[in-house]
């Protein structure tokens, strides 16, 4: 985690350097690239990881777990096209919290599960109003251009003090009862700092691109090898891709496909959070699994 941790720190501050010298249509390109490649990538392997937590389970059928995630999938699109506002509120709480365990999944063992899910939403919010907080006016647009309500605060001092306040507690506390080293909670303060100065300079799709690559995706994408091939070794990386393949280009498809449908009744912002929003649902549910079989195969 140490050599994620460095390269993480190195490429945001590239990412930093990005925003300085290039035009802003060119990090909106280079974001939305990025996001429709490894981002889309980390979350195509769905089935793949089900299937190895259900490997001792018999008589299950890969062809009811296919649909039901399709089921998901198109519930989640249908969701955006008739309750926007609803879709948005489920794809903003189920963001947080799959960010949040994601980050600090590897340093909380002995956490009660309420406190630790608690820590793990608050952790994933506070990343995103953070980000929402210096680009305020864009993400009041894009919630307009979504759910055709027109908000006029986002709250977001008062929302980060008391996410902050919850995230600090926990910290603390764990600190005291000598389960989380200072140096840990050093790195992640130096982390929030470094993404706090990336989403002031950039604009909203690029801060995002590099959050959700650099500290979500790619370290998701390591820990999701791992559990698969048990290591992270080139051909396990390659094996990886190879089976995500087919199902990151049938995402790609249905993007376009989507676009192509609605584009005449949707905005490009709807239209892309509807179908973020699709396939994020049935990953983050797809992660807790993964995470709670990790656990269960430690303590054993």
Known sequence: MKNVFNFSIVASFIGLWITTHVPESFELILGFILIFTFGMIHGSNDLLIVNKILKNIKHYSKFKLLTAYLFIVCFAILIFYWAPALAMILFMLFSAY???????????????????????????????????????????????EITSYEITHLYSQIVLIVLGSVIGLVLITEFLRKRLAIEAILKELFTLLVLAMIFSSSSLIWGFAIYFILWHSIPSLLEQIKFIYGDVKTVSALNYCKAALPYWVISLVGMVILYAIFSSEKQFYSLFFAFIAAVTFPHAIVMVKMFSKKKSTTIN
């Open 98 to 144: 799959h960010f949040g365990e994601q980050h600090w999944e590897h340093r909380f063992f002995k956490l009660n599960s309420f406190r630790k899910s608690i820590f793990y939403f608050s952790y994933g919010m506070f990343i995103l109003y953070l980000l929402f907080a210096f680009n305020d006016t864009v993400v009041k647009s894009i919630v307009f």
